[in-house]
């Protein structure tokens, strides 16, 4: 077989694969549900609800979205510039440990918020600068070392809060003491279990977007990801925009971490992110890289989460089966997409 | 100093360098036949738990220990087809159809085993492979003790020799070979480049498997959640480190192995009360970037890694 390039794809076929991909992941939810022995509807039925069935449902999954649409945009803004940052976990925790570090009482309170916030940011920044540079100047492959330094990460922070950052009163947990008041993040609406954070994360979508439609960097990265050496012939420096993409998408990665603590924790634990950084990968392909849609992704992808956890509870169907819907859909998208643009040919 | 030369002399340590270096050594020879055919197999972690979780599984409903090898390599062989179909006909990217791969076979792993054992706290033991007894061989002195090996890790480094010779020494290995460097004049000698990737990526997927499956079968006799814990990823760096070659990457999970071997014994020391653990447990992830960065002016990459081919495209 050979692939054979559509000059004009049909809305239909623009449209339509990627809707299949959906109804087939769905099938292949059921198909698991009835493996697990629960009638494949109720599951179904069970998960949505579970997500978007009552109103703290629904403010648990938006909650759930709000560090996807950090690390989600820190993938879709290094993908695009083809800079594989497989290291958002490990530059979350990054500025979870900032968030904690100066929000303890070490700022005075006006400044706090926005003083950690912006060092958060340059802590995962930094973070992810290593394996940039070391891609630039020397061509050690990014994807594994930023793979290696989120394993190298949860160490430090196991160590952290065993030693320095140690809660002195946490009954012997390891966790971090807890923010000063100024420190965390407010709630949108009094009353409401939703912080600040999700609205600074949509606030950050649109700033992604603004930057890669409006802004000479957006279209150097799109350049370099499209075809580097047509970048460097241009003129362009392909390094630097390396290293500034590196910086952003750290710093959005960052920000996941400083936000879950600063917004919903309230401290540090070992057990922040159950794999926000990878599950961020999926988000922004989920998304097509689209700043905006990462948004969209992230919340569907929270609600399959926070239903899974739901419907486990009521049927006896593992929670697992989240991740694995989830790797289905990822990988049944990204051919949907390519079979938009190409046709399968014999020969 | 002279604990850690107590330590190197000692039969138990290299033992344990070569127990430790054989999951190492299976799933790295894994992946060097992908990426000598061209297709970077970031698969590999979740095909470790997945060749981990079928092998034990297999054994626990009762097959014997061989066949628990076999069950771990048709399962990793099954999302190898999976990853190749993907990145090889369809050319797709291979960083996320790996990263898909290695979520699909990990939640499912861990999916299968909640679904099989919902109750259980603690997971079944199996009897595991034992060390082998080699008649001559077992009585030396410290050679001995440190050559008492399960017949896996004799197979692993059984392996690395038969993955070394198809390599260099027949057409089979050269077609592999070649069409990770050039795949047009592969195409052109009649060969098809979809075929020799696809089982590339196929046999390779299964090995690495058996590196997990190493993991439950032999080291430990059951399964945990995150066991593989990095071992993966740490191959795909051992596969650089190699320089993509079978011998350079067998003496590199040596190295690595004996890295490990050593900070495990070192915890128990003066030094271990002064460092913190996690320093220890550190200590491979942190090599494993310093190998990379080491050997990155020398590495001779495939001419074509992570680049698909299409018939008939210039």
């Known amino acids: 077989m050979r692939l054979e390039p559509i000059a004009n794809p049909s809305a239909v076929r623009r449209l339509g694969l990627p809707v299949l991909a959906l109804l087939a992941t769905l099938g292949v939810a059921m198909a698991l549900a009835t493996i697990a022995g629960a009638n494949p509807l109720a599951v179904l039925g069970q998960i949505a609800t579970g997500a978007l069935g009552s109103r703290l449902a629904i403010l648990e999954t938006l909650n759930r979205a709000t560090p996807l649409i950090f690390t989600g945009l820190a993938v879709a803004v290094a993908f695009r510039a083809k800079l594989w940052n497989i290291g958002a976990e490990a530059q979350l925790y990054a500025g979870a440990i900032v968030a904690v570090l100066l929000g303890t009482g070490a700022l005075g309170s006006p400044m706090v918020l926005p003083v950690s916030a912006l060092a958060a940011m340059l802590a995962g920044a930094m973070l992810l600068l290593g394996p940039v540079l070391l891609k630039t100047r020397l061509g050690v492959d990014e994807v594994v070392t930023t793979l290696l330094l989120n394993f190298i990460m949860l160490l430090f922070v196991s160590y952290l809060l065993e030693g320095p950052m140690k809660d002195p009163m946490g009954m012997g947990w390891p966790k971090s003491p807890a923010l000063t008041p100024e420190a965390r993040l407010p709630r949108i609406v009094e009353g409401l279990r939703l912080h600040w954070g999700f609205a600074l994360a949509i606030i950050a979508a649109v700033i992604v977007w603004v930057m890669q439609t409006r802004t ?67 988000v922004a392909m989920l998304a097509l890289l689209h700043p905006l849609a990462v948004v969209v992704t992230a919340v569907f992808v929270a609600g399959i989460f926070v239903g899974s956890d739901a419907m486990s509870r009521a049927a006896d169907v593992p929670t697992y089966i989240a991740d694995m819907l989830l790797a289905t859909a990822l990988l049944f998208m990204v051919l949907a997409i390519l079979l938009t643009k190409v046709r399968v040919v014999r020969g | 100093m002279s604990e850690v030369f107590d330590i190197l002399i000692s039969a138990s340590f290299w033992a344990a360098v070569l127990r430790i270096a054989s999951p190492l050594i299976l799933a790295t020879m894994g992946e060097l036949i992908c990426e000598r055919a061209g297709v970077l197999n970031l698969g590999i972690e979740g095909i470790m738990v997945i060749g981990a979780f079928t092998g034990w599984m297999a054994v626990y409903l009762g097959l014997p220990l061989w066949g628990g090898v076999a069950t771990a390599m048709a399962a990793g062989m099954l999302f190898g087809l999976l990853h190749s179909t993907l990145t090889v006909p369809f050319g797709l990217s291979q960083h996320v159809v790996g990263l ?32 082998l007894h080699i008649p001559g061989l077992s009585d030396l002195p410290w050679l001995g003790e440190a050559l008492s090996q399960t017949a896996l890790t004799w197979a692993a480094f059984a392996v690395a020799g038969l993955v070394a010779f198809t390599l260099y020494r027949t057409p089979l290995g050269l077609a592999v070979r070649a069409v990770g460097e050039n795949p047009a004049a592969v195409e052109a000698q009649g060969l098809s480049v979809t075929g020799l990737r696809m089982g590339a990526v196929i046999v390779g997927s299964g090995l690495m498997a058996v590196g997990g499956a190493f993991l439950t079968l032999s080291a430990f006799s059951s399964f945990f959640f995150e066991m593989v814990n990095g071992r993966g990823w ?27 071997a050593l900070q495990i014994r070192l915890q128990q020391t003066d030094l271990g009360a002064v460092l913190p653990y996690q320093l220890f447990l550190a200590l491979p992830f942190i090599l494993s970037i310093l190998a990379l960065i080491l050997m990155s002016r020398r590495a001779e990459v495939p001419a074509a890694l992570m680049v698909p081919y299409n018939k008939g495209e210039r």
């Open chain 1, 216 to 282: 000479a960097l957006g279209f150097e990265i799109r350049a370099v990801g499209q075809n580097p050496e047509a970048a460097r012939f241009a003129g362009m420096p392909v390094n630097a925009v390396l290293l500034k993409t590196a910086l952003l998408s750290g710093g959005l990665a960052a920000l996941a971490g400083w936000s879950e603590v600063a917004g919903l924790k309230g401290h540090l634990s070992q057990d922040l992110s159950p794999g926000f950084g990878y599950t961020g990968i999926i």
């Open chain 2, 100 to 131: 898909g791969v290695t979520l699909l076979a990990t939640s499912t792993a861990y999916f299968t085993y909640r679904l099989m054992l919902p109750e259980v706290t603690s997971p079944p033991k199996i009897e595991p492979f034992q060390p």
């Open chain 2, 234 to 260: 740490i191959c795909v760096a051992l596969v650089v480190f190699g320089a993509w070659r079978p011998g350079k990457a067998v003496l590199g999970a040596i190295l690595f192995a004996a890295f490990d």
